[in-house]
């Protein structure tokens, strides 16, 4: 018997297993994977955007933005706050009383 042909005959199939493989995880990962993903980087990604809008507010406060600061909502968890809310727990001198926003 020809050696040669054996160990191609070999590698080959190990190669048509290992593609085969990837197919079956990349299906996986289009159709199931990404809600996966997405559960488990959720939280990361919540958290960092209000990071973001505590510093955006906080900035606008430093600068003394009225519109920013009293006007503007940010979405944050399917609900949207101004930087007025007492949950970012912004310590602002800012008042909005007498800031005027047109979309109120």
């Known amino acids: 018997m020809n050696r ?9 199939l190990v190669i048509l297993v ?3 493989l990837v197919l079956i995880g990349l299906i996986y990962f289009i159709t ?23 510093a955006g507010c906080q900035l606008a406060c430093d600068n003394a933005d009225r ?9 944050i968890q399917k609900e949207e706050i101004k930087c007025t ?7 602002c001198d800012l008042t909005c009383a007498d800031t005027s926003c047109l979309a109120d």
């Not at 040669?4 to 080959?12: F, G, V």
């Not at 519109?67 to 979405?75: A, I, N, S």
């Not at 809310?85 to 310590?91: E, N």
């Open 4 to 12: 040669k042909a054996i160990e191609l005959a070999i590698s080959t």
């Open 18 to 20: 290992l593609g085969i």
């Open 32 to 54: 199931d994977g990404f809600k996966t993903f997405k559960s488990s980087t959720k939280p990361f990604l919540d958290t960092t955007q209000s990071s973001s809008i505590k």
């Open 67 to 75: 519109l920013t600061f009293c006007c503007e909502k940010y979405p």
């Open 85 to 91: 809310d007492s949950r970012l727990g912004i310590q």
